[in-house]
């Protein structure tokens, strides 16, 4: 089964940066792709970003520029490195991860396998 632990999450101003990492179980395949959604109080869940096991990356259209996905397959690892934050990237982030599919799906949160927890990222004005 594969398990998915989100962390680095916290507290900053707009304009810094901020670091995500997601771990995944040992048994997760290595041809997996790995994800980021996030929610907001109130709002649907929302692609923030996908890299697949080739390092392919994808991103929302809110974030591109300013958010980087990496991805370590030996360690079984993702980082997103969040810059430039603004008020509006405040929510919740889960890390995902699914089979490889048609990347049409990736934007919908029904088209992923597992998920982490979630950690809270807050960006205060």
């Known amino acids: 089964q594969v398990q998915l632990v989100e962390s680095g999450g916290g507290l900053v101003q707009a304009g810094d940066s901020l670091r995500l990492s997601c771990a995944a179980s040992?048994?997760?395949?290595?041809?997996?792709?790995m994800g980021w959604f996030r929610q907001a109080p109130g709002k649907e869940r929302e692609f923030v970003g996908a890299i697949t096991s080739r390092l392919y990356t994808y991103y929302g259209d809110s974030v591109k520029a300013r958010f980087t996905l990496a991805r370590d397959n030996a360690k079984k690892t993702m980082d997103l490195q969040m810059d430039a934050l603004k008020p509006e990237d405040t929510g919740i982030y889960y890390c995902?991860?699914?089979?490889?599919?048609?990347?049409?799906?990736?934007?919908?949160?029904?088209?992923?396998?597992?998920w982490g927890q979630g950690t809270q990222v807050t960006v205060s004005s």
């Open positions: 040992a048994q997760t395949p290595g041809t997996y792709t």
């Open positions: 995902t991860t699914r089979r490889p599919r048609n990347a049409n799906s990736l934007f919908d949160p029904s088209e992923w396998d597992d």
